[in-house]
């Protein structure tokens, strides 16, 4: 008995041992990966777009190619905002940088150009009447473009249908490619010259290029012709006809070869081959999350570091051109510029001539007041003109200059600086873009200005002189935050897990600007992009909210200020949280249809009890502690069995009786339990600790679907990732057993598609931020990595090349919808949960 006994304690010992064995392995896996990182071996190659210059929603810049030299670079909404960088060694000039974007000359201007009138009727008219010599002298005349909007409209329509018809002539018909340029709102038939060239049914909320044969046009007379249909809402309708000017290939211009790119934190870096000479350009945003000065100072580097490559000495000029139409919501509006000097620096500044402050809201757009600024130390003696966009580039390679332009649309802003001999030691110079949208967003009524100037006291071209002096010591920060950030990443995680959260460091921060509201508070209001363009909005601030709980806590207090104003200043009388503040940058408001009552209560508890825990304490929420009752009262009688309504998911339509959406509400009061027991409220603690244990055991009941948990309570053999319930383990507020937890991920892998794991069973398209979320449940890391592998697949493979989609298909990789939102701060969540809970 006592040499059993003996065998089965050596045994155990040496059990012990192997698994001591393999953590130490373990941990010398992870440190070595580490120091090589920090040594500079991290590399993120691939992602679907690459971030250059990214600040807020306005001042975005992205390029959408793998090749940094192969495409235009552009607004994260896919518009042209030309950048172009081109290098000359011994007289030959190398194109490290951007494409020309395309230009538009006017056959036929629409109203956005040009004023201009059509003949209509609002009535049938006779048979022939979209052709040539068809006689319309008794229609009416109205000048375009034709709108039941009184502040936008030449001519208010208002009737069911229109006619219309516009006579032109044309003294050529050779034309690059020629393009029907509309916008239109609802259905619409288009001829020229009594042939149908288009039809479509619905409308279109930005201006449209419909390609056009190049027959379609003759010598002489022309007609457009139009009937429209207004079927519901709003009516609209603009037309012309544009020819796409022809980009001239340039011989002069060899194509740089690009060697690689890597992408950290706050940089993205390519290496270039220009003939004898190797280049690096670094594109730094310094988005340092723990430095708010730094974080909110409109200023990006763009960095030219060149040396020899053959041991021989060569002569180098670096030219760096951006287009003014970053400073135009189209390329149509007509900007001014200026040339000056001003603290050590010389700088181009560009805008438009209207400078219509905050007269715009919406999704699709992008800014059209303020200015642009390109700036460089004065030592430098750079050489910064401006000229029009195909003057640009063969200014510089021809070494000839251009005449003086000041005022007109699709300007360029070249700086050259010649570096001189260049060896194998190498030189580096950059270069300063930046912008001052002097107003940055409407607080219920009152004008703000950026964080960076809140007080009125400060001017860009300090920010700028800041910016330059401090350059070293920014680049410095730039590369121990990058290192410390990928370091924290893959001890929580592994590399994958770093890489995809890496791609979606700078794409959530800048869907935000950070402001002081008229309180003094704090405000970090998100954009909702490419989803609806609502400003602050609750149920994106909950899915970005792990990226700022680990790195700056006070950011998440700013996502959630302006929502606690809008209840407890009484403007918004409802017992529950509302949607969002208004439609950026007009934050007056909720202008969403309907309210998300249970979704938007429970996000708002759920963060505040997140904060606590990351901050040590619970004051946030003891300053909100009568809203957050009101709101917690509502989850407690309508939160478990939700009624027929939105949540986050709500392109997935209503839903009543959602699982995931219970889980949400269960948390929210479990939460709350966890900030009274911190404020030493102990019966509350546990009135409402016991209240939400309760519930999550009727939900095991009602939910149950032997393998899994159903989608709604109604069940039907259906499904759904359960994300919310990644609280319960982060939070440790252990409302349900571990093991409800285990079943889903189990069944979740059985259901998974090439591209990732589907929302629910309902389709087949996915969310990635939720993915991390049910990812971040699973306990043993190879079931996570098994979660987080095809999503990584879909981030480097997918043939939408857009800022990072967040709701994509799992089948093939495409964008579904949405892009360049911040909820992508939501992969973060591996890592909160590991820093908090390690």
């Not at 979740?748 to 939720?770: A, I």
């Not at 971040?776 to 098994?786: G, I, L, P, S, V």
Request: aromatic share 12%.
């Amino acid at each position: 008995m006592h040499r059993i006994i003996y065998c089965n304690t050596a045994t155990r010992l040496h059990i012990q041992n192997l698994k001591v064995c393999m953590k130490i392995l373990r941990f010398i896996k992870v440190f070595v990966f580490v120091f090589l990182n920090a040594a500079g071996f991290a590399q993120v190659h691939k992602a679907p777009a690459y971030p250059l210059i990214t600040h807020d929603p306005y001042f975005s810049i992205w390029s959408m190619s793998d090749t940094l030299n192969a495409s235009p670079t552009k607004h994260w909404t896919g518009a042209d905002q030309p950048m172009i960088g081109l290098i000359k060694v011994d007289g030959k000039t190398y194109r490290v940088m951007g494409k020309e974007g395309i230009t538009y000359q006017d056959i036929l201007p629409t109203s956005d150009e040009q004023t201009y009138s059509f003949n209509y009727l609002e009535r049938e008219p006779a048979q022939g009447w979209q052709n040539t010599n068809y006689s319309d002298e008794s229609w009416k005349r109205g000048n375009a473009p034709f709108s039941d909007n009184k502040s936008s409209a030449g001519t208010i329509w208002n009737s069911k249908e229109l006619w219309v018809r516009r006579v032109f002539s044309v003294n050529k018909t050779h034309f690059n490619k020629l393009f029907l340029k509309l916008k239109h709102d609802d259905n619409i038939e288009v001829y020229l010259n009594g042939k149908e060239v288009y039809h479509y049914k619905g409308w279109t909320g930005k201006y449209q290029y419909i390609p056009l044969n190049s027959d379609v046009l003759k010598n002489g007379k022309n007609v457009l012709a139009i009937h429209i249909a207004n079927t519901a809402g709003g009516s609209f309708l603009d037309a012309g006809i544009v020819n796409e000017k022809k980009i001239e290939s340039n011989v002069n211009i060899i194509q740089a070869r690009q060697k690689s790119l890597n992408m950290t934190a706050t940089q993205t870096i390519y290496d270039f081959s220009c003939g004898p000479i190797d280049a690096t350009l670094t594109f730094t945003s310094p988005l340092l999350l723990k430095d708010l000065d730094i974080l909110s100072r409109p200023v990006s580097y763009i960095t030219y570091s060149v040396k020899s490559n053959d041991g021989k000495t060569h002569n180098v000029q670096l030219y760096f051109g951006a287009s003014t139409d970053i400073a135009v919501n189209t390329p149509v509006q007509k900007v001014v510029t200026k040339k000056y000097n001003s603290s050590g620096l010389n700088i181009l500044k560009a805008g438009t001539i209207d400078q219509p402050v905050l007269q715009k809201k919406g999704d699709d757009l992008r800014i059209d007041w303020g200015y642009m600024y390109v700036a460089v130390p004065s030592s430098e003696n750079a050489t910064q003109y401006v000229s029009t966009s195909s003057q640009a580039v063969p200014s510089f390679w021809s070494g000839r200059g251009v005449g003086s332009v000041n005022k007109e649309k699709s300007l360029f802003l070249n700086t050259i600086i010649n570096v001189g001999k260049v060896n194998s030691e190498g030189k580096e110079k950059y270069i300063m873009l930046g912008y001052d949208d002097v107003f940055s967003v409407q607080y219920f009524h009152q004008n703000l200005r950026p964080w960076w100037n809140r007080n009125g006291d400060q001017t860009i071209e300090k920010q700028l002189s800041i910016a330059a002096k401090d350059y070293k010591d920014v680049m410095q920060k730039c590369d121990n935050w990058n290192k410390k950030v990928y370091s924290d990443l893959v001890n929580a995680g592994g590399k994958t897990y770093a890489d995809l959260c890496i791609i979606a460091y700078r794409q959530s921060i800048a869907a935000h600007k950070l402001l002081e509201s008229p309180q003094g508070e704090i405000l970090f209001l998100s954009k909702e992009n490419f989803s609806n363009g609502s400003i602050n909005t609750v149920d994106v601030t909950y899915p970005s909210s792990p990226l700022y709980l680990v790195y700056n806590p006070k950011l998440l207090e700013g996502m959630l200020n302006g929502i606690f104003y809008y209840s407890e200043s009484g403007k918004w009388q409802h017992p529950f949280a509302a949607h969002d503040l208004g439609t950026y940058p007009i934050a007056n408001g909720q202008t969403y249809g309907e309210g998300m009552p249970v979704e938007e209560s429970g996000n708002m508890v759920i963060l505040s009890a997140a904060i606590a825990k990351a901050e040590g304490n619970a004051d946030y929420a003891k300053k909100h502690w009568k809203t957050l009752t009101t709101w917690v009262g509502y989850l407690m009688e309508n939160g478990f069995d939700p009624g027929n309504q939105l949540c986050t998911d709500d392109f997935a339509g209503h839903l009543a009786r959602n699982a995931n959406l219970s889980v949400k509400a269960i948390e929210g009061i479990g939460a709350y339990g966890m900030l009274a027991d911190m404020l030493g409220m102990k019966e509350t603690a546990a009135e409402y600790t016991d209240s939400a244990k309760n519930m999550a055991k009727r939900w095991m009941v009602y939910d149950d679907e032997g393998d899994h948990y159903a989608l709604t309570f109604n069940k039907n053999d259906s499904w759904s990732q359960k994300y919310n319930m990644v609280w319960d383990k982060v939070l440790e507020l252990n409302l349900f057993p571990k093991e409800v937890r285990e079943k889903e991920i189990k069944f979740y892998l059985t259901k998974q598609n090439k591209y990732g794991l589907p929302l629910d069973s309902r389709k087949t398209y996915t969310k990635s931020d939720w993915i991390m979320w049910t990812a971040t449940m699973a306990n043993d890391q190879k079931d996570f990595e098994a979660l987080i592998d095809p999503l990584y697949r879909y981030v480097t493979e997918t043939p939408t090349r857009v800022p990072l989609s967040d709701w994509h298909e799992t089948t093939n990789g495409k964008q579904v919808g949405f892009q360049a939102r911040s909820v992508v701060g939501g992969y973060y969540m591996k890592l909160l949960d590991w820093k908090m809970n390690k």
